[in-house]
């Protein structure tokens, strides 16, 4: 089982995708997905010019050596960066020790806890009659919980929201990531978004009835007390989850934000290591850790993660928007499948030409989705369809308060 070859792959099938594919000696081979959006090229040569150099000749089946050496032998742990090539070799691996047992990668994880995994879809719309019609798109498309953004009155853009509407019946695309040399900037109002939002939900309420799980993301942009303000002004609408309701690099903030509501709070997508969880959930600060398998360091450190989260009683909410690629998205979901305390999973399907670049085993149906029964993560590279997308440079946005101050997006 001895690593012979390890590529980095750059495609760009309608946004960017970094792919790690490492290969054996006896013709096995694994993917691992190392996106990190609006950074895309700073993973990939990270990649390249520092770990495939330390992949050549090591025992593919040798996991978690491979993770603790990638982790504690650069001596400057963590970040975004690292975070993210690590993850890329750690699910590679882990999809080689599947096809070498001939299993998909839930079974060797324990096997499946459940029959499906939950999945919540984006609603979005500028006005209320734009937010109805996709709400009643994606309850057509099968999901049966859904996240609710809208745009603010006198704000241009927000967070969640096309810029373009979608066709009435048709599901609005949302890239945020915006192809050309600089990032957009956005305008931001806290007051506006927090006298606005109470009345959305409860139209959506009023027009959906009480049975539908509703998410919402605040996207960081509160301090704590608006955020718990805003989570107490939405509890008659019973969320199934409020996210990223304040920055929370700062883990001391959410006790605030708890003493005052008590709506379900969702935090970590830009988390990248257990460390950045330990108060959070040694306290019970939040009830859903929103962390990726792409951003914290791939399946092995994931699911230790989600062990810690159970003995508190905290569950799984792993990031799943259209920045992780299918390889990503089958990595945490082998992930969902396997572990007990499992809470919901997002699901943004990507495009048509990133379905064609990666073809994939797994299901969405009836609100659930499924990894496959393809060993491994049941997710190939079409590397020839890969190549007829090249790299393309995108930013996230950034947003500005009406007096020109830097704002958190």
Avoid at 112 to 127: E, F, P
Avoid at 230 to 238: I, N, R, V
Avoid at 318 to 339: F, R
Wanted: contains cysteine; aromatic residues 10%.
């Amino acid at each position: 089982m001895k690593i012979v070859a390890a590529d980095v792959l750059v495609t760009s099938p309608g946004r960017n995708f970094v792919t790690l594919k490492v290969t054996t000696e006896d013709g096995l081979t694994g993917l691992g997905d190392a996106t990190l959006n609006g950074r895309e090229l700073s993973v990939a040569s990270y990649l390249s010019d520092h770990v495939v150099p330390l992949l050549l000749g090591r025992d593919a089946r040798n996991i978690e050596d491979a993770w603790q050496f990638l982790y504690r032998s650069a001596y400057w742990r963590r970040g975004p960066v690292t975070m993210s090539a690590i993850s890329a070799v750690d699910s590679a691996l882990w999809d080689i020790k599947a096809k070498a047992a001939g299993m998909p990668l839930y079974q060797l994880l324990g096997g499946a806890s459940r029959r499906g995994i939950r999945a919540y879809g984006h609603a979005s719309g500028r006005d209320l009659e734009q937010l109805f019609d996709s709400m009643r798109h994606h309850l057509e498309l099968g999901f049966r919980a859904i996240r609710v953004q809208t745009s603010v009155p006198s704000l241009n853009a927000v967070y969640g929201v096309p810029a373009t509407p979608a066709t009435k019946g048709e599901n609005g695309h949302y890239e945020p990531a915006q192809r050309g040399p600089l990032p957009a900037e956005e305008d931001w109002d806290t007051r506006a978004y927090l006298r606005h939002i109470p009345g959305v939900f409860e139209a959506v309420r009023n027009a959906f009835g009480p049975e539908l799980p509703l998410l919402h993301d605040g996207h960081h942009r509160m301090t704590p007390i608006e955020a718990a303000r805003l989570g107490k002004a939405l509890e008659p609408y019973d969320l199934f989850w409020l996210e990223d309701c304040t920055p929370a690099e700062n883990q001391e903030a959410l006790r605030l934000v708890r003493q005052h509501t008590t709506t379900p709070l969702a935090i970590g997508e830009v988390f990248n290591t257990v460390w950045d969880y330990q108060t959070l959930i040694r306290e019970q600060l939040i009830d859903y850790v929103r962390s990726s398998v792409t951003h914290a360091g791939g399946i092995t450190p994931m699911r230790k993660l989600m062990d810690f989260a159970a003995q508190y009683q905290v569950k799984s909410g792993m990031h799943g928007a259209t920045d992780i690629s299918p390889v990503g998205m089958a990595a945490a979901l082998h992930l969902d499948l396997a572990i007990h305390n499992f809470g919901i999973q997002e699901y943004m399907p990507h495009n048509e030409l990133t379905n064609e670049v990666f073809r994939q085993t797994f299901t969405f149906q009836d609100g659930y989705l499924h990894p496959g029964d393809q060993p491994g993560l049941g997710v190939e590279l079409d590397e020839k369809a890969a190549a007829q997308f090249p790299y393309q440079a995108a930013y996230l946005p950034f947003s500005r308060l009406k007096d020109g101050t830097i704002h958190d997006w």
